[in-house]
């Protein structure tokens, strides 16, 4: 059977910036469909920039035919080690791949994991891990099946209501558990994300520190 796949996004940037430091880029060849997350360090236009170069690179490269694996690494080596310099560009990306026939691949660095939901259930996938000029990059592939959802966040979604509902902010298990309860009301990618951005906004009592980007991938049916 094959799929088809409706993407989403939204993106909410921090208080007081005109522009979102984290960038959404989505590419269909009709053969696959390939959604990338990038997160700038900081946030305004400079961390824009930077996310931005990103998730085009990675674009180029798909465009040139180059795989996933490659590309991470290519990234991987292109970008700063974070920690020891701060004052040069710096992105953290997650990159979603899925193909008509539910093969889905996901790489992640030092983003958020990447949410899986089947059958209204949140499902855990293993990752492996490689390392890259002493990046870590985690991967996994796997099947979906329609009905299947991938969900990609910043670190600006996992730190709503930091310091204010809880000392560490919402929290990857906090935030799957809202995903598991809420789920089965969205047939469609982009109300999923508004959603989130929505709940984001609130726990930030609607003072963004952070910038907050949401993209879903939902699996249907091919219509004939």
């Known amino acids: ?4 796949f409706d993407v989403g996004k939204s993106l909410v940037p921090k208080t007081g910036e005109t522009i979102s430091g984290d960038t959404i880029e989505v ?16 946030s305004g236009v400079i961390a824009n920039v930077i996310s931005s170069l990103t998730a ?11 795989d996933l694996d ?22 953290t990306f997650t990159i979603v791949q899925v ?20 059958n209204d259930v949140i ?27 991938i969900i990609l966040v910043s670190d600006g979604v996992i730190n709503a209501g930091v310091g204010v509902l809880w000392n560490h902010g ?14 089965h009301k969205f047939n469609a990618a982009e109300d999923l994300c508004r959603d989130l951005c929505d709940v984001c906004q609130t726990l930030y ?9 949401i993209a879903a991938i939902l699996s249907r049916k091919t219509q004939v």
């Open 205 to 213: 009592s609607e003072k963004i520190s952070d910038d907050v980007s």
């Open 170 to 183: 919402w929290g990857q298990e906090r935030l799957e558990s809202y995903i598991s309860r809420v789920i």
């Open 70 to 91: 490659s590309i991470a690494e290519i990234l991987a080596k292109s970008l700063p080690d974070v920690a020891n310099n701060t004052d040069v560009g710096y992105s």
């Open 99 to 118: 193909l008509p026939d539910g093969t889905c691949s996901i790489i992640e660095y030092n983003n958020p994991r990447t949410v899986i939901v089947e």
């Open 27 to 42: 590419y269909d060849t009709g053969s696959s469909t390939t959604v990338i997350l990038a997160d700038g360090l900081g």
């Open 123 to 149: 499902t855990e996938i293993p990752r492996q891990t490689f390392n890259v000029s002493g990046k870590q990059i985690h991967k996994c592939h796997f099947q979906i099946q329609e009905g299947s959802w």
């Open 1 to 4: 059977m094959d799929l088809e």
């Open 56 to 66: 085009k690179s990675a674009l180029d490269m798909l465009d040139q035919g180059i």
